[in-house]
Structure formats: C-alpha cells, structure tokens
C-alpha cells in the first residue's frame, strides 16, 4: 500500500471510522443523561442546561454516527462541548488534566473538524449526495 492509496481510499473511509466512534461515544453521554442507561443515579431535571445539553448528545449523536445533517449537526455539537468546557471544566483549573475537561476538548475539535471535512463515504449524507450528484 502506497501513500496514494491511503489518502485516496483510506482517508476518507478513516474520517467516517472517526465520526462514528466519537459519535458513538458521544451519543453514549445522552443516553446517561436522557435515558437513564446505564444507570449513573443522576438524571437532570428537565429544561436545565445538563438535560438540552443531554438531549443535544442523544439527537446529536444519533444523526452524526448515521452521518446525517454532518455539518450543522456537527457545528452544534462543538459549540456544546466548547460551553460545556468553559462552564463545568475550565472554572476548576487551568489545566484539562486537573478539571477533567479533556474529553470535551477533544469532541469540540473532532467535532469542529467534522463541520470542515464533512462525513465521510459512509453516512447517509453521502448516498443524498450522491443521488443529487452534489459533493458532500
């Protein structure tokens, strides 16, 4: 295998591989919070900013690990985990090791990154595309 093989094929289908794991990691936080699996014993009262932030992770991560509304969805959901690490994390410390704040960190950029480079070839975005001949 070539350079030319891994950014043509491989790339692309690396960028849907990471969507998906981050969604899926992602969407795993809403289901905790929204629906109470696994059961953590802390469910957020609704309409409070951990419950929209809760159903932001539910529906958000849903519709980035299908790969549908890529870009809006991912644009929503970096802004979430900037919010959330300037609210709930930075306040603690300085540095994200200490308050914990590293996994927000890395979802608003792969997230960020996502509004940028698009899906990728395996998503629902794609095959839209695809039909209408657009480029995703």
């Given at each position: 295998?070539?350079?030319?093989?891994?950014?043509?094929?491989?790339?692309?289908?690396?960028?849907?591989?990471?969507?998906?794991?981050?969604?899926?990691?992602?969407?795993?936080?809403?289901?905790?919070?929204?629906?109470?699996?696994?059961?953590t014993?802390?469910?957020?009262?609704?309409?409070?900013?951990e419950?929209?932030?809760?159903?932001?992770?539910?529906?958000?991560?849903?519709?980035?690990?299908?790969?549908?509304?890529?870009?809006?969805?991912?644009?929503?959901?970096?802004?979430?985990?900037?919010?959330?690490?300037?609210?709930?994390?930075?306040?603690?410390?300085?540095?994200?090791?200490?308050?914990?704040?590293?996994?927000?960190?890395?979802?608003?950029?792969?997230?960020?990154y996502?509004?940028?480079?698009?899906?990728?070839?395996?998503?629902?975005?794609?095959?839209?595309?695809?039909?209408?001949?657009?480029?995703?």
């Amino acid at each position: 295998m070539n350079d030319r093989q891994l950014e043509t094929i491989w790339a692309p289908r690396m960028l849907s591989l990471l969507r998906i794991v981050a969604a899926l990691i992602f969407f795993a936080h809403g289901t905790d919070k929204i629906l109470g699996f696994p059961d953590t014993g802390r469910t957020p009262d609704a309409f409070t900013l951990e419950w929209i932030a809760g159903v932001i992770e539910l529906v958000g991560g849903g519709l980035l690990i299908a790969g549908l509304f890529t870009r809006p969805v991912a644009f929503l959901t970096s802004g979430l985990m900037a919010a959330a690490y300037f609210i709930a994390h930075a306040p603690q410390s300085v540095f994200p090791g200490i308050n914990g704040g590293d996994a927000a960190i890395l979802y608003c950029f792969v997230f960020l990154y996502l509004v940028f480079a698009g899906p990728g070839p395996w998503s629902i975005d794609a095959l839209r595309n695809e039909r209408s001949g657009a480029r995703v």
